[in-house]
């Protein structure tokens, strides 16, 4: 949407800058327009990982050759698998490693959503029929008398697995139409520099840039390439789309030292990553896609770097443990249920919404310890107090024991929470009268990883609800150093030292 004016400025700076004399008669139809545009900005959604996507093709592959070389084995021993010489089997177990190896130094676990799907397949048929044909010919030496049986194993496991990558390339052309291979992105500065990759990413597929964010509206255009400009980082800390967004890219020339210094200030305050761009003035656009820029060409001002081996192993651990806890603990909460009923009425199960990763809100489930109050959803909300009347007899006993939490195991196995985390805390919560966000500078990167059942605070005394901007300090200081530090490992320890820590608190008010 363009602003319209009787003159047209020359394209030196941003695209349709305008002078000062032109915009502060337009002030208020401008603020109007970026609103709507803010409204109709669209994030894709349920976007998928694409290393982590690489990790799993890598491990189908692993087991589905591993299944077809074992059932070669079979075959060509007639059942007999540990009765036959160990040189007939010897060429299937080199197709078993060799094949992996190959498909991996092709890079066919790097999903890219620029790629040729002819191109992956072929790539895909090449590499085991050079596994299929090296194990023909390892046949002759070590089992001449079943070469056509290691033929014929050849021929069809080389098909099984360009079976397997067809069905791979499938999936990633229709995931990077529908967008959901690409990382959303902020840009911040309408800047040359910005106007460069917003121009080269077009059509790759990699990065989709949802908006531009400046401070300096005197010298913000409506639209950048293609682009529409939101507004302000104040405008951007209030825009609903930001939790989808996945990446803050800060565009303005490191140069010009005292503006980046103020924009980071603001901009560490997100939950999403921070990068600023350096050097751009060797980038070819042919060569060079914006994802590879953000990679290589900027610095990580803000943010922790993705693991996504941690994330695969963290939500595994979810799933399990979840899964197992939720089966063996559903007759007590069943009983539960049924107790919280019969002492006051209203629902067994209280829904409240809480901000989860990337501040995106979600409905935290947990039984119900309060008097049903139908309005309480759209009160302010109001921590917890000392012999607080709100809450039933019952209500105090699960909430010291905190057996209240254990629905968001639901919580848990959809997805939006784990077993360990920072706690999640209600939007607009206050501490002292002031909201806990404007206390603490680090507030915000709590957001950075799934909120939790447990946590590495709640295992360290820092429980229940905050009534001092100290304790809100010590409690984010915990769920900062919880995900510098979080690992298999770290997160299990935490769930064993939680029950202990639970029985052992008599101080803290739940």
């Known amino acids: 949407m363009e602003y319209s004016s009787s003159r047209r400025q020359p394209q030196s700076g941003p695209a349709n800058d305008m002078t000062d004399g032109v915009r502060p008669a337009m002030a208020d139809a401008a603020a109007l327009t970026r609103a709507q545009l803010r409204a109709r900005a669209r994030a894709p959604q349920h976007r998928v990982n694409r290393k982590a996507l690489g990790h799993l093709m890598q491990t ?8 077809i070389s074992t059932a070669g084995a079979f075959a060509i021993s007639g059942g007999a698998v540990t ?3 160990a040189g007939e089997l010897l060429p299937l177990a080199a197709f078993a490693a060799l094949t992996p190896a190959l498909l991996l130094m092709f890079k066919l676990y790097r999903v890219d959503p620029r790629g040729i799907v002819v191109y992956r397949v072929l790539t895909a048929f090449i590499a085991a029929g050079l596994s299929g044909a090296a194990i023909i010919a390892l046949a002759h030496l070590t089992a001449p008398r079943t070469v056509d049986l290691v033929a014929s194993f050849a021929i069809t496991a080389t098909a099984a697995v360009t079976i397997l990558h067809i069905i791979y390339a ?30 080269a990413n077009k059509g790759s597929g990699t990065v989709n840039v949802v908006g531009i964010f400046d401070d300096r509206k005197a010298r913000s255009p409506s639209q950048l ?71 290589v060409q900027a610095a ?13 192993a963290k939500r595994l651990q979810d799933l399990v443990f979840a899964s197992l ?3 063996g603990l559903l007759p007590l909460m069943l009983i539960i249920g049924i107790a919280v009923r019969l002492e006051s009425p209203g629902p067994a199960i209280f829904r409240q919404k809480r901000e989860g990763f990337n501040g995106r809100m979600i409905t935290v489930y947990k039984f119900r310890s309060m008097r049903h109050s139908p309005d309480r959803q759209t009160q302010t909300v109001r921590q917890v107090e000392f012999d607080d009347p709100r809450v039933t007899r019952l209500g105090g006993f699960l909430r010291r024991t905190s057996l209240d939490e254990l629905p968001q195991l639901w919580n848990v196995l959809g997805g939006e929470m784990s077993l360990v985390g920072p706690r999640p805390h209600a939007p607009g919560m206050r501490t002292g009268g002031t909201e806990t966000s404007k206390l603490v500078a680090e507030y915000a990167h709590r957001h950075r990883v799934k909120p939790g059942i447990t946590g590495w605070a709640q295992v360290n005394g820092s429980r229940g609800p905050l009534h001092s901007p100290e304790a809100a300090r010590e409690r984010i200081q915990w769920d900062v150093d919880y995900i510098a530090r979080a690992d298999f490992w770290f997160d299990l320890m935490i769930m064993l030292r939680t029950l202990p820590a639970l029985l052992g608190d008599k101080l803290n008010i739940r």
């Not at 990580?300 to 695969?312: D, K, L, P, Q, Y």
């Open 300 to 312: 990580r001002m803000s943010g922790f770097e993705e693991r996504v081996g941690h994330m695969i």
């Open 325 to 327: 806890m939720f089966m």
């Open 225 to 295: 390439a293609g682009t529409p400009y939101l507004g302000d980082t104040d405008d951007l800390f209030k825009w609903g789309t930001l939790p989808d967004v996945d990446r803050i890219i800060l565009t303005v020339t490191p140069k010009a030292q005292d503006r980046v210094r103020i924009l980071l200030g603001k901009l560490r305050a997100l939950p999403q990553p921070v990068c600023l761009l350096l050097d751009l003035d060797h980038f070819d656009p042919d060569t060079t896609s914006l994802e590879d820029v953000v990679g």
């Open 83 to 85: 009765q036959v010489p």
């Open 60 to 67: 189908i592959d692993i087991l589905a050759i591993a299944i």
């Open 170 to 199: 499938g999936f990633i052309e229709h995931w990077a139409k529908a967008g959901r291979l690409a990382r959303n992105v902020v840009l911040v500065g309408a800047t040359p520099n910005a106007r460069k990759l917003i121009a």
